[in-house]
C-alpha cells in the first residue's frame, strides 16, 4: 500500500486532477463525504445536522502556510463569521473551532500567530465555545506549544493537541496533563524522520495508550481522535479504570469517517466530537484522506469518470 498511498500524496499536487475533480459530478459527491463544503453556511448545516444525532463538531476552515497577511486576515475574518454564526443559530454548545497556526501568521512569525489566534479565542469566548490548536510537523511542535501556553494565560481553555507517533509526546504530555487542560491525542498524519517519530504501527499505538493514562491520571480533559477500534476499546477500558464518567473526556473522528461508529458511542453516551474541515482548499484534505485509506481510491475514481 505504501507506494499507492506515496502516489495519491503526489496527486495533492497536481492541477491536472485537481481541476477536473473539481468539474466531475460524481466526483463531488466523494468530496461531501468528507468535506460538507467551502462557505461557513455549509459548516454551520453540518453541525446543526450532526447536533440532531447527538454529536458535536469541531471546525477547521481548511488551509495552512499561508503566503501573506491578506491570508491570514482572510483566515481570521473566516473564523470570526463563523463563531458569529454559531451564536446566532444557538449552536455555541455544540461545536468549537480548531486552526492551524501556520494558517494565522507568515513565515512562523510567533507574534502575529499569537495576534491572531488571540482574535479567535476572544470570539470564542463571547459566543460560549473553545478553540483547539492543531498541531503539524515536528518542526512546529516547540513553537506551536509556545503559543498555546502564551494564549492560555487569558483563555485557560485553549486546547493543545499531541501526537502519539512522536518520541518526545509522553514528556508533552506529562506537561499538559493537569485538571483543566483540554489535550486532543492523536496518532500524527505526516511524514517524519525514524529519529523524532516512532515508525511502526504497534510503537506508535503504545505511545498512543501511556500518553492516555497520563491525561486520564492527570485530570485533564482527554480529547481521544482516533477512528482505531481497538484503541476505542482500550480507551473505554482505561476511562473506568480511572473512574472517568463520559462529558470529562470524549472521542473524536473525521467528518464522513466511521459515522454509524460515532452514532453508536453517543448512543450509549460517550460524548463524540466530529472534525469538520470546510472552505475552498479541499482537494489536499480529500487526498490525505485517500491516502489514509487507498481502499477508498477505487470507489472515489469511479465517480470521478461518471456522468450522473
Not at 446543526?48 to 447527538?54: I, S, W
Amino acid at each position: 500500500m505504501e507506494p499507492l498511498r506515496s502516489l495519491i500524496l503526489a496527486a495533492a499536487g497536481n492541477d491536472v486532477i485537481r481541476r477536473a475533480v473539481a468539474t466531475a459530478p460524481g466526483a463531488r459527491r466523494i468530496v461531501a463525504r468528507f468535506v460538507p463544503g467551502e462557505t461557513v453556511a455549509d459548516a454551520l448545516a453540518a453541525v446543526k445536522a450532526l447536533a440532531a444525532d447527538g454529536r458535536y463538531a469541531t471546525l477547521d476552515y481548511l488551509g495552512e502556510r499561508t503566503r501573506d497577511r491578506e491570508q491570514v486576515e482572510r483566515a481570521v475574518h473566516t473564523y470570526l463569521r463563523l463563531l458569529d454564526g454559531l451564536a446566532e443559530r444557538g449552536l455555541s454548545g455544540h461545536a468549537e473551532v480548531s486552526v492551524k497556526l501556520s494558517a494565522l501568521t507568515v513565515d512562523g512569525d510567533p507574534a502575529l500567530a499569537s495576534l491572531s489566534l488571540g482574535r479567535i479565542c476572544e470570539a470564542a469566548e463571547r459566543c460560549g465555545t473553545t478553540v483547539t490548536v492543531d498541531m503539524e510537523d515536528h518542526t512546529t511542535t516547540d513553537s506551536t506549544l509556545a503559543v498555546v501556553n502564551d494564549a492560555r494565560r487569558r483563555w485557560p481553555w485553549v486546547g493543545a493537541v499531541v501526537q502519539s507517533y512522536l518520541r518526545r509526546s509522553e514528556t508533552d504530555v506529562a506537561a499538559l496533563a493537569h485538571k483543566g487542560s483540554r489535550v486532543r491525542l492523536c496518532k500524527g498524519a505526516y511524514a517524519e524522520p525514524g529519529d523524532v517519530a516512532h515508525s511502526d504501527a504497534h510503537a506508535v499505538d503504545l505511545s498512543y495508550v501511556r500518553c492516555a493514562n497520563l491525561l486520564l491520571e492527570g485530570g485533564a480533559y482527554a480529547m481521544f481522535a482516533t477512528h482505531d477500534p481497538r484503541l476505542v476499546g482500550v480507551l473505554r477500558q482505561r476511562t473506568r479504570w480511572y473512574g472517568r464518567r463520559p462529558g470529562i473526556y470524549e472521542y473524536q473522528m473525521l467528518y464522513g469517517v466511521r459515522p454509524d461508529e460515532q452514532r453508536r458511542l453517543a448512543a450509549e453516551g460517550e460524548t463524540v466530537r466530529v472534525y469538520v474541515p470546510f472552505g475552498e482548499q479541499w482537494y489536499g484534505y480529500l487526498m490525505r484522506r485517500l491516502a489514509e485509506r487507498p481502499a477508498n481510491l477505487a470507489l472515489f475514481l469511479r465517480a470521478l469518470v461518471s456522468r450522473s
